[in-house]
């Protein structure tokens, strides 16, 4: 049966590391500037992997991080949860608007809060129905893209809350599905959604790997602080700056920097 969920309590990290000009690189605005190359900044230095294991996965997002917010699609995902909700449990636009707010906080994702205070809830279907989206409307190929992720040494994964059906369709309009080995969606992991920490867990347990052996990327830090728990090493893409991640950058583009760092540093 689909699994139901307590409400999710997410610790933030007590972070005290400060930060110095060796470390992080920013653009954003009121952040201090050092002249190292990596576009990036240093927050909460992990403790895991100081070259005790190899790093050998990186661990992608999909939505609003392989892609920029703007382009939209996620926009039209959320307008496709909100018309699901108001069918199937017969709710107004603004009924559903709460509602999924509610869910949102209390359990990470709308499904998450579906199955947990609702029976009898058709996850396969409603996940079909909230992706069955013309992506070429809304993202195309991302040449630059492409040739970041050829230029990071690691075996490449994505791990979304979506399908993996869904998720190899993003990849194939993006141009870049072969440069990932593997997908895990949401039915991969039992419906155990970010930022529930199993789900990471059995994703580990997918791929054969340790904590330390992976970075994560990520546009939630809500999402990568379970990652951090685990031992790997977290990059935030897109968001303002938050104290439990190690590196925040402003565009993916970035990561590949964040990573040649990071292995540098490892060895």
């Given at each position: 049966?689909?699994?139901?969920?307590?409400?999710?309590?997410?610790?933030?990290?007590?972070?005290?590391?400060?930060?110095?000009?060796?470390?992080?690189?920013?653009?954003?605005?009121?952040?201090?500037?050092?002249?190292?190359?990596?576009?990036?900044?240093?927050?909460?230095?992990?403790?895991?992997?100081?070259?005790?294991?190899?790093?050998?996965?990186?661990?992608?997002?999909?939505?609003?991080?392989?892609?920029?917010?703007?382009?939209?699609?996620?926009?039209?995902?959320?307008?496709?949860?909100?018309?699901?909700?108001?069918?199937?449990?017969?709710?107004?636009?603004?009924?559903?608007?709460?509602?999924?707010?509610?869910?949102?906080?209390?359990?990470?994702?709308?499904?998450?809060?579906?199955?947990?205070?609702?029976?009898?809830?058709?996850?396969?279907?409603?996940?079909?129905?909230?992706?069955?989206?013309?992506?070429?409307?809304?993202?195309?190929?991302?040449?630059?893209?492409?040739?970041?992720?050829?230029?990071?040494?690691?075996?490449?994964v994505i791990y979304t809350n979506a399908t993996a059906e869904y998720a190899w369709?993003?990849?194939?309009?993006?141009?870049?599905?072969?440069?990932?080995?593997?997908?895990?969606?949401?039915?991969?992991?039992?419906?155990?959604?970010?930022?529930?920490?199993?789900?990471?867990?059995?994703?580990?347990?997918?791929?054969?790997?340790?904590?330390?052996?992976?970075?994560?990327?990520?546009?939630?830090?809500?999402?990568?602080?379970?990652?951090?728990?685990?031992?790997?090493?977290?990059?935030?893409?897109?968001?303002?700056?938050?104290?439990?991640?190690?590196?925040?950058?402003?565009?993916?583009?970035?990561?590949?920097?964040?990573?040649?760092?990071?292995?540098?540093?490892?060895?």
């Amino acid at each position: 049966p689909p699994p139901r969920l307590p409400p999710l309590f997410v610790a933030k990290g007590n972070c005290e590391a400060g930060l110095s000009s060796h470390h992080h690189i920013s653009t954003f605005p009121g952040v201090e500037q050092a002249d190292a190359p990596v576009a990036c900044w240093l927050l909460a230095p992990s403790v895991y992997n100081a070259g005790i294991m190899p790093y050998k996965f990186i661990i992608f997002d999909l939505d609003d991080t392989l892609y920029p917010r703007d382009d939209g699609l996620m926009g039209e995902v959320g307008r496709r949860i909100q018309a699901w909700l108001c069918e199937y449990l017969d709710l107004s636009w603004e009924e559903a608007v709460v509602l999924r707010r509610k869910y949102y906080h209390q359990y990470g994702t709308t499904l998450g809060g579906l199955l947990a205070e609702h029976e009898g809830i058709d996850a396969h279907g409603y996940l079909v129905y909230v992706h069955d989206i013309p992506l070429e409307e809304y993202i195309g190929p991302k040449p630059a893209l492409r040739a970041m992720l050829e230029s990071i040494p690691l075996r490449r994964v994505i791990y979304t809350n979506a399908t993996a059906e869904y998720a190899w369709r993003v990849l194939g309009v993006l141009g870049v599905a072969g440069h990932f080995e593997d997908v895990v969606g949401i039915e991969d992991v039992g419906l155990l959604n970010k930022p529930y920490q199993e789900a990471y867990e059995r994703v580990l347990v997918r791929l054969d790997a340790w904590g330390p052996e992976c970075i994560m990327v990520e546009d939630s830090a809500r999402n990568l602080n379970p990652a951090k728990a685990l031992g790997m090493t977290t990059v935030l893409v897109d968001s303002a700056p938050d104290w439990s991640v190690d590196y925040v950058v402003e565009d993916v583009l970035q990561v590949s920097q964040v990573v040649s760092k990071v292995l540098k540093d490892a060895d």
